[in-house]
């Protein structure tokens, strides 16, 4: 996990809102829509360009349900946004208003 250029408050402020998004859509059943939330929320500022089609490739060869499908991306995506998140500076930190409930799942992690 290489970094090519620094982590911006407006990536991870993308990435917080696509996350955001596929959560709403998820709760909604809308699990197409959610997976495409979360991958795009995922390969912003990549830290592993292979990473979301590898992942693809072990969900296919699974026999997961789409349901499945959308968790394992919303992990992915939650967890690429927690570590863009420790890579900002703590100045920058303050200019991203972080949700809270996204704040309260990462203590843990």
């Known amino acids: 996990m290489t970094e090519k250029y620094p982590i911006t408050v407006d990536e991870v402020r993308d990435a917080q809102d696509s996350l955001r998004t596929g959560i709403t859509e998820h709760e909604a059943k809308n699990f197409k829509e959610a997976i495409a939330a979360f991958k ?15 992942l693809e490739t072990k969900l296919k060869g699974g ?3 789409l349901q499945q499908e ?12 927690n570590e863009m998140i420790h890579g900002l500076d703590e100045d920058q930190k303050q200019e991203v208003p972080i949700d809270d409930s996204l704040t309260n799942a990462f203590k843990d992690w």
């Not at 795009?40 to 590898?54: L, N, T, V």
């Not at 959308?70 to 946004?81: E, K, N, Q, T, W």
């Open 70 to 81: 959308s968790i394992a991306y919303m992990g992915c995506a939650a967890v690429h946004l």
């Open 40 to 54: 795009k929320s995922a390969m912003i500022h990549p830290f592993d360009e292979q990473h979301i089609s590898e």
């Open 63 to 65: 026999n997961f349900k």
